[in-house]
T-cell receptor, first 118, second 114 residues
Framework: AQTVTQSQPEMSVQEAETVTLSCTYD???????LFWYKQPPSRQMILVIR????KQQNATENRFSVNFQKAAKSFSLKISDSQLGDAAMYFC???????????????WGAGTKLIIKP | DSGVTQTPKHLITATGQRVTLRCSPR?????VYWYQQSLDQGLQFLIQ???????AKGNILERFSAQQFPDLHSELNLSSLELGDSALYFC?????????????FGPGTRLLVL
């Protein structure tokens, strides 16, 4: 079974600085997707970024980028120029792909609480 | 706004009762997923429907059931409620059954069982 591990329960960063959130996963599959979701105090679950495992190029979305290391099964999120609105819980998630008999649920890490210091 | 709607936003009920949570997926999305987020167990997948049919089951209790209707909205029924069922229940939708498209989440229904 696949597992996702976020080893940092809480991280803090000064506004305008850069922070990296860690995520590792375990799977025997070669084809899958990885996601970072953000959950602000409103509790809404918001997609931040998505990475397809078959793509070597790291995904980027404005100030958000990932460092995807497939061999190491590592998927970290880098937030540049941190803003107060980035304060939230960040969840790393894994999903299988490519097999019709697979269960396409998201498998979640425990989350990292990101605090932005003004 | 993800385009996924969930009602009600908050629900307070007593142990032993039954409640129904409703979800409307984004326009054009055929797959609906239900997740439970609780303090002690984190986020867990409950069940998936695609175009009216159950597609996959996760850690869903026998006291819980769901269905997806012809108009593609979905309902999650929770019965014989226990204190431990208090949680945030999310619905997500995607356009295809294989989940190759991203799942977009609704705002959630916060259930409190007293």
């Amino acid at each position: 079974a696949q597992t996702v591990t976020q080893s940092q329960p809480e991280m803090s960063v000064q506004e305008a600085e850069t922070v990296t959130l860690s995520c590792t996963y375990d799977t025997s599959e070669s084809d899958y997707y990885l996601f970072w979701y953000k959950q602000p105090p409103s509790r809404q679950m918001i997609l931040v970024i998505r990475q397809e495992a078959y793509k070597q190029q790291n995904a980027t979305e404005n100030r958000f980028s990932v460092n995807f290391q497939k061999a190491a099964k590592s998927f970290s999120l880098k937030i540049s120029d941190s803003q107060l609105g980035d304060a939230a819980m960040y969840f790393c998630a894994y999903r299988s792909a490519g097999r019709m008999d697979s269960n396409y649920q998201l498998i979640w890490g425990a989350g990292t609480k990101l605090i932005i210091k003004p | 706004d993800s385009g996924v709607t969930q009602t009600p936003k908050h629900l307070i009920t007593a142990t032993g009762q039954r409640v129904t949570l409703r979800c409307s997926p984004r326009s054009g999305d055929l797959s609906v997923y239900w997740y439970q987020q609780s303090l002690d167990q984190g986020l867990q997948f409950l069940i998936q429907y695609y175009n009216g049919e159950e597609r996959a089951k996760g850690n869903i209790l026998e006291r819980f059931s769901a269905q997806q209707f012809p108009d593609l909205h979905s309902e999650l029924n929770l019965s014989s409620l226990e204190l431990g069922d208090s949680a945030l229940y999310f619905c997500a939708s995607s356009v295809d059954p294989k989940g190759q498209e991203t799942q977009y989440f609704g705002p959630g229904t916060r259930l409190l069982v007293l």
